[in-house]
């Protein structure tokens, strides 16, 4: 479960307090995620989701990433808004972490997205490309180039068997993988980063179809290369739990993406680097998630292997 830092219904009331959303109703833990604390607030007013930020999300960022879905949500882009205090403020102090209340999106995430729904992810995703074009804030990618060899030094004081195997090869690959970001002709411009299924939640729109209601979680939000970030979306998408591609899938994704803003020739050419790329962000951070993966947490931590097994799909695509 996806609780980190507990939260008791009196001290969630308290924290309520600051905010014109009326007293607690209900407080219930969210199981789902594996990076911060989450739980479901009902008040009086409404539904909410009440996170405390932990380790890989630095609070510093937090004014980046909320200011994104802020400027997201007023444009009419589906993602639910931080709801600000009286004050003004969308990041709070809770039970010593950074805080936030973000609105409940109804809706859930698709388990076995049809080729409809990855048409739609991939359009939301241009979407967004778009509509964050022209926001301000600045955040370097935390989990970008610079941080794999990092990463990787820490998973090697560590790794053993097929996991050594696993980092051996990465990094053998990781001084060419960073080729794409000296490439100056790739758009840049404010990229979701963990556009992964159970980020995008479906809801039965108003004509009574289902649409992406809210893309949710952009706490790796950040500049980066836009064709990483679909790199990253057809990674999460386009492949079997096993880690197989679904070409149906993942031109489908892609189809979509382009129906909203097609890919330049440099874009399309560098997507199978950056899906190489992407694929050991990925097995990186589960790899170094699970060998330093503290019981006392009851999260389960992700499996590296089947990211890895995207490895051999990118690299085959960027030989052809
Ligand atoms: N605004 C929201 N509306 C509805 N559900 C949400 C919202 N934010 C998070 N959730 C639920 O909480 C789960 C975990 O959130 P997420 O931000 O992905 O956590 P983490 O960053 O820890 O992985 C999601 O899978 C979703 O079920
Ligand atoms: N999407 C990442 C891990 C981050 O988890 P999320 O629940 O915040 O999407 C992965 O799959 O490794």
């Known amino acids: 479960m996806a609780v980190f830092t507990p939260v008791t219904p009196q001290q969630a009331a308290d924290y309520l307090m600051r905010y014109p959303l ?3 109703v209900e407080l219930t833990p969210i199981a789902e995620g594996v990076e911060n604390t989450n739980y479901r607030l009902v008040t009086d007013r409404g539904a909410y989701v009440l996170t405390l930020f932990e380790g890989r999300t630095d609070p510093s960022a937090l004014p980046f990433c909320l200011g994104l879905t802020g400027r997201l949500a007023a444009q009419g882009f589906p993602t639910p808004a931080p709801v600000a205090d009286r004050e003004g403020q969308v990041i709070g102090r809770l039970n010593g972490r950074a805080a936030a209340l973000v609105e409940w999106t109804p809706g859930a995430w698709k388990r076995q997205p049809t080729d409809k729904d990855q048409y739609r992810a991939g359009q939301v995703l241009a979407l967004l490309h778009l509509d964050a074009a022209d926001y301000e804030g600045v955040r370097d990618n935390p989990v970008g180039p610079r ?3 990092e990463l990787a030094a820490r998973c090697d004081m560590a790794a053993k068997g097929e996991d050594r195997r696993m980092l051996d090869q990465m990094q053998r690959l990781l001084p060419d993988l960073a080729r794409p970001w000296s490439d100056p002709t790739l758009p840049r411009g404010p990229i979701h980063a963990d556009y992964f299924p159970d980020n995008v939640l479906f809801a039965t729109n108003e004509h009574g179809a289902t ?3 809210g893309v949710i979680d952009f706490y ?3 500049v980066d290369v836009l064709a990483y970030d679909l790199a990253i979306a057809l990674s999460a998408w386009g492949f079997d739990a096993e880690g197989r ?6 031109r489908a994704f892609q189809k979509g993406y ?3 803003r097609p890919l330049s020739d440099a874009e399309r050419e560098a997507l199978p680097e950056l899906g190489a790329a992407a694929a050991v962000r990925f097995t990186l951070t589960r790899l170094h998630d699970r060998l330093f993966h503290d019981p006392a947490n009851l999260v389960t931590p992700k499996d ?3 990211f890895f097994r995207r490895l051999d799909y990118w690299k085959a695509a960027e030989a052809v």
């Not at 591609?245 to 993942?250: C, I, M, R």
Request: with cysteine; hydrophobic share 50%.
């Open 22 to 24: 009326g007293g607690l």
């Open 147 to 149: 941080a794999w060899a």
């Open 245 to 250: 591609p679904l070409p149906s899938a993942l």
């Open 304 to 306: 590296p292997a089947p």
């Open 211 to 213: 649409d992406v209601g």
């Open 220 to 222: 790796f939000a950040c």
């Open 258 to 260: 382009e129906s909203v």
